[in-house]
């Protein structure tokens, strides 16, 4: 039951325990808490009130339905992805998208939107598609009423960016940061621009022992670069470089060098399971 509430995250107020259950006891708190250490989650399927819900990453999600809140009561407890809740961030809980994730919250009623950080799990009533914190409720006008018909329209861009900043250990308050940032003046939070992924070099175009690398990613932000340099460690030696396109400077992550081809081609996995799906092989002369 305590598995399945902190899943939940805010589906609906939980019964009291005695004082001497096993849920409530100190070991299971504790073990709970480790389980859900903040960071980049899918999540397994699970099951609440007998209905199925299958978590998966989505960045092209266009949902439309009533938008409900929570707040005091669930103030300060763990959400689905391992934070503390703070009904005073602008946050929400989903069913099935990952966290973290950005979405933009319109409400159809009254024209206001807002962008949120998804961090836990909810709302689990037929016909809800969002469970917003009481700041974003206030600021949708949905908290005095309780309801309203809204649509949430995933970011892709920065939804991108919030997982790289969760994967590679940035704090909430960072994240709440650039969310706040894109509330008050979207046009300050730049485009995280990523180089385009080139098709693979043949095995047979690698010239010489020795220059084979992975072309892990590039940035436009050297910040970015430090943090998925952090991501690669356990992969192996991770090299920056800058380069100039255009007026903009940009920072190449890569990954090697390796002289045998199968060891490159078996490390180019564990980059992209490491999140850089646009990971390639190519030859450094």
């Known amino acids: 039951m305590c598995v399945a509430l902190l899943l939940a995250g805010c589906s609906s107020q939980p019964p009291q325990k005695p004082a001497g259950s096993a849920e409530n006891s100190e070991d299971t708190a504790v073990r709970l808490a480790r389980a859900l250490e903040p960071g980049y989650k899918i999540g397994r399927p699970y099951r609440i009130a007998g ?11 266009v949902q439309s339905g009533v938008a409900s809140w929570y707040g005091p009561g669930f103030h300060g407890r763990l959400t689905a992805n391992g934070e503390r809740y703070d009904m005073h961030a602008f946050t929400a809980a989903h069913r099935t998208l990952q966290l973290p994730s950005v979405v933009r919250v319109k409400n159809l009623e009254n024209g206001k939107a807002i962008i949120v950080r998804v961090n836990d799990r909810g709302p689990y009533i037929d016909g809800r598609v969002i469970d917003l914190s009481r700041k974003a409720a206030e600021a949708l006008d949905v908290h005095e009423k309780g309801l309203a018909n809204v649509q949430v329209t995933v970011l892709p861009e920065h939804s991108r960016r919030i997982a790289l900043m969760a994967r590679s250990g940035a704090s909430v308050g960072e994240m ?3 969310i706040g940032a894109l509330n008050t003046n979207p046009q300050s939070v730049k485009p995280l621009s990523v180089e385009p992924p080139r098709p693979p070099v043949r095995v047979a175009e690698a010239r010489a022992p020795g220059t084979l690398f ?9 910040d ?16 920056i470089t800058e380069y100039a396109r255009g007026d903009r400077t940009l920072y190449r992550v890569r990954v090697g060098p390796y002289a045998d081809r199968n060891e490159a081609l078996t490390a180019l996995e564990r980059v992209r399971e490491v999140g850089f799906e646009g990971a390639h092989l190519l030859a450094q002369g």
């Open 51 to 61: 209905q199925w819900y299958k978590p998966k990453e989505q960045f092209d999600l």
């Open 176 to 178: 709440d940061d650039l």
């Open 214 to 222: 992975l072309q892990a990613a590039a940035f436009s932000s050297e």
């Open 224 to 239: 970015y670069a430090e943090r998925a340099r952090t991501m690669l460690r356990s992969v192996g030696p991770v090299l």
